[in-house]
């Protein structure tokens, strides 16, 4: 047990001297650690590329220098792999910032012939990155086909992913008339123009000098041998041209140059040329046939027309007003355009005018059933004319024609005829006649009166109250309205014994009432009418004898003696008197104003 402790103790003495001795070196080594910080450095220099510290050459790698001193750093512009391939020193960083002349710390920057000289004071500085930023880049190599004034791409060297976009074509313009054209770039003999650097590249330049030619008009050559279509532009400097007129191209069509510009020329210089080429082709009739082209109507058997120029066969040419040339063939369009050779077969024949005021079916003897009003008929047809009525404007003219032949021009038999309409019908003196119309067809030139009144007999009549018309001759459709108000001769008299005392008569409107007075006065004298009727309505001629009996006033009592109370009898009197005075009074208002 003893020997267990002691050496549990030894144990323990060795295990904290351990201990202990660690904690001593953690603390030797934090201080040191500690003094390292604190003394430090005043820049670290690190390039890819040997240099100069303090004129003196180093390779490539890091370097420490402390504080409290000049240092002078050179690095070389350029490193050259190949010839093709370089490094280019871009600028020289400060803690990854671009160092200026007048950046803390800097005393001198500046590039002598090929390097680039920085004087650093370390006493500025603290752990300060110094880093050369070299670029790398590739020389490229342009040459051209043509020397150009100046050029779009030149050789030298260029950044690595440097971008080239070049909008092809380019052009140069030298003066108004010569230009040069950029008209592709080859990189490494491949079309392109737009491409990065990211190796030595070998480009070539291809372009035209070329000269301003102006065509007035667009004429075909051969060109440098092709047959082109030549229009105003830029034509490469030294081309071939050859104008040839006329140029046969097949049977029946030919090319012509219609200008003095015409042979071989080499395009040197600008040239207005003043020509006027047309493509022709030839039209061949196999008769005489009358056409017509450019205004002009003549009579031809062939010839040469420009190409898609247009003429018209003349469908008729006129030998008076109704005797024409008619042609008929294989071209009943008869405007035909030239877009290659023809062959017309047309023929001619004579034809005379046949002209109706309104369409008429129509028989010729050839057998053709037709409806014109207006038609060319071949002489030796014969027209037979169908007897038919025909009908014209919407239905409110009409012809009646009769049977009828026509082998040359001729006027047209018939009967015109105008529709009349009159709502209601109404009695009017039609050419001197009395005629009832209605909705009526008459005769072209008929001549019609309306009556202002009308007597249908001697009692009954028709008054005109208003009309749109009152006389016209018929050359027209018309439409009439007059209003027309029928009237019946009222007669009434009454009597007293022989005399009569009272007389009506007058037209009244059919339907209107008549008032007889029941009250009147004659000969100062008040009679009374003896009927049970005062009112006649007006719907037939009326005669009418009436009898009137001297007036007696009566009371519920009997027969009052006038001289036993006059005073009665006076006021009595007064009021039928009253009475009978209205009652004429509305007699004579009923008379004036009908119903």
Known sequence: MKSFMITYMKTKIVFLSFIVSFIILVMVLLSTVNAVSY?????????????????????PGTYYEGFGEVVNLTFPTYFYKDSVSRCYLNSIDLNESNAESNTPGVLELYNS????????????????????????????????????????????????????????????????????????????????????VGSPLNIKILSYYQVYEKFINNITGYLNGTLVKLSTGWYNYGDDLNLTSPLYTGVGSRLIIWGNEVGNFKLTSPITFDDNETNQFYVNFTSPTFIKSNGLIYETTGQWFNESQKFMIESSYPINATYRYFSEGNYPRYCVGVYGPMNITDKQVVQYLLTFPVQLEVQLSNGTEMTFSSQWINVGTTVHVLPQTAYADEGKVRYIVPSQNFSRPEELQYLKQYLLNVQPSIVAMVNGTNTTIGVTWMNAGTNVTLYKVYYINSTTRMVLLSSNTMSF?????????????????????????TSIIYSFNNWEPYGSTVTIPPLLSYDKTLFQLNSTVNTILVNSPKFLNLSYDPFNVTSSNGIVNNQSNSNFTFILVSVIGIAAIAVLVYTVLIRRNPQ
Do not use: C
């Not at 001759?473 to 014994?497: E, R």
């Open 113 to 196: 012939s090929n390097s680039t000289i920085i004087v650093l004071n370390t006493s500025d500085f603290y752990e300060t990155y110094v880093t050369p930023r070299y670029l790398q880049q590739y020389y490229v190599n342009v040459t051209y086909n043509l020397q150009l004034p100046e050029a779009p791409i030149k050789s030298g060297w260029y950044d690595s992913q440097f971008l080239f976009n070049i909008h092809l074509p380019l052009i140069e313009n030298i003066s108004s008339n010569y230009r040069y054209y950029t008209y592709e770039i080859l990189v490494n003999g491949v079309p392109e123009s737009y491409f990065h």
């Open 39 to 59: 003394e430090g450095y005043g820049l670290r220099i690190y390039s890819p590329y040997p240099f100069y510290i303090n004129g003196k050459l180093v390779s």
């Open 473 to 497: 001759i018929v050359n027209s459709p018309m439409n009439i309205s007059a209003v027309y108000q029928l009237q019946d001769l009222v007669q009434v008299y009454g009597k007293y014994s």
